[in-house]
């Protein structure tokens, strides 16, 4: 639950003692013991995001794209919440997200790393500073990849390679990206190089968080 307001929907009753949830906001593990909601635990570490995009409601951390989003099924670069048939594999990811399908077309795509690009944000606020984004990548082949550049204060830290496709490679994740003390803004960019329509991927929650 978010808040107490969203815990208080639950309307509890006496035969649900023992229903535990955790409230965000206060960094709470709550009990129900049939009167009323007792904490059990309290986050000692309450975890602050400065950013986030989730295609959805969060949406605080902007981005531009090259090339332009496009969605001529089944040639798909776009922020949306269905790659089209047959890819209900793609399931880590949901509602909204950013979706890949047959990147190496002539509707908008081709043979080359589609990018999504997210600006700065302003960390000098925070420790223990972290990047972290979800992803859901069915069957990719040989000469589809997906990588990432994390920037500190706008310098590039070069490419890492998240997913070398071959031999039909599926996988499923969270990134989490930790950045050193000292930097007072990151940034980051993902790359995604792709082709046909029988392989997809999926990515989701970019957020900026820490301490």
């Known amino acids: 639950m978010e808040n107490y307001a969203q815990r208080d929907l639950i309307l509890a009753n006496s035969l649900d ?9 206060t960094g709470e593990l709550q009990i129900w013991n049939g009167i009323y909601w007792e904490s059990i635990h309290t986050l000692e570490v309450h975890i602050q ?3 986030r995009q989730d295609f959805d409601s969060e949406v605080s951390w902007n981005y531009t794209i090259n090339p332009i989003f496009y969605s001529v099924p089944p040639d798909h670069w776009n ?7 047959g890819t209900e594999e793609i399931d880590r990811v949901y509602n909204n997200f950013l979706g890949c399908r047959d ?7 081709g043979n080359f790393f589609h990018e999504i690009v997210f600006d700065p944000v302003d960390v000098s606020s925070l420790t223990n500073v972290r990047i972290a984004f979800d992803y859901d990548i069915f069957e990719f082949d040989n000469g589809d990849d ?4 994390v920037f500190h204060d706008e ?21 989490i990206i930790s950045i050193p003390p000292g930097v007072t803004t990151v940034g980051l ?6 082709n046909g329509d029988s392989d997809y991927a999926g990515f989701d929650n970019f957020r900026v968080y820490g301490e």
């Open 103 to 109: 990147l190496n077309n002539t509707n908008g795509g």
């Open 17 to 25: 003692i023992g229903l535990i949830v955790f409230v965000v906001d």
């Open 189 to 194: 960019i993902i790359g995604i190089r792709q």
């Open 49 to 51: 995001t400065l950013a």
């Open 146 to 149: 997906v990588r990432y550049e």
């Open 155 to 175: 310098v590039g830290q070069g490419h890492i390679l998240l997913v070398d496709g071959s031999a039909n490679l599926t996988t499923e994740g969270t990134a």
């Open 79 to 85: 922020a949306l919440s269905d790659l089209g048939s």
